[in-house]
């Protein structure tokens, strides 16, 4: 149980472009949902906590114009990087916090390239 | 943001040795996790810890929930190579949103 599921795992897009990133909770109600970004060799830095049904709590630094979040059901949160740039690019992960034993499940992460 | 201060950063270590990591804070944290996270790929969960000196073991790997709940270490035992990749802990802060912080990280390399 507790699976998260994150869709696209990688995507490449020009300059200036959006990108909408999907994070699942595949069998359970998720009411809080969390992104994260990773630089490589680096630890995940939290970005947004994504409250469903209400606005996502941003962590400070985060532009909250640029990474829109969206949390409208129990088992969907998304994460819109809008006009992006190259230092966007960054691999962007998202979990759910579920019942125990479960802990915090991650999705798989999405990989973007922005070119 | 915060992270965890996570010990060691990077080790190498030959097949069948045990291996030892830490995390510690200043902060006090209600749960504890550690994770494991192969390249390309999201944090996978290999233990969480509740209680304040619960020690939770998951196959070789044995994890504890320090006394002072400012600490937590992972101990891996008979390394094999698929151990190899980056070991993070997490720890719920106690104040505020509840939200998770991680450490900063350990590779772990095994070398066969």
């Known amino acids: 149980g507790a699976v998260v599921s994150q869709h696209p795992s990688w995507v490449i897009c020009k300059s200036g472009t959006s990108v909408k990133i999907e994070c699942r909770s595949l069998?359970?109600?998720?009411?809080?949902m969390f992104w994260y970004r990773q630089f490589p060799k680096q630890s995940l830095m939290l970005m947004a906590t994504?409250?469903?049904?209400?606005?996502?709590?941003?962590e400070q630094g985060v532009e909250k114009d640029k990474f829109l979040i969206n949390h409208a059901s129990l088992t969907l949160s998304t994460l819109t990087v809008t006009s992006a740039h190259p230092e966007d690019s960054s691999f962007y992960i998202c979990?759910?916090?579920?019942?125990?034993?479960?802990?915090?499940?991650f999705g798989s992460g999405t990989r973007l390239t922005v070119v | 943001g915060q992270q965890l201060n996570q010990s060691p950063q990077s080790m190498f270590i030959q097949e069948g040795e045990d291996v030892s990591m830490n995390c510690t804070s200043s902060s006090i944290f209600n749960t504890w996790l550690w994770y494991k996270q192969d390249p390309g790929e999201g944090p996978v969960l290999l233990i969480a810890l509740y209680k304040a000196g619960e020690l939770t073991s998951n196959g070789r790997l044995t994890a504890q929930f320090g006394i002072t709940r400012k600490d937590s270490f992972l101990n891996i035992s008979a390394s094999i190579p698929s151990d190899v990749g980056i070991y993070f802990c997490a720890g719920q802060s106690t104040s505020g949103t509840y939200k998770y912080i991680f450490g900063t990280g350990t590779r772990l390399k095994v070398l066969a």
């Open positions: 994504s409250n469903e049904g209400s606005k996502a709590t941003y």
């Open positions: 069998d359970f109600q998720a009411t809080t």
């Open positions: 979990s759910a916090s579920g019942q125990r034993p479960y802990g915090y499940t």
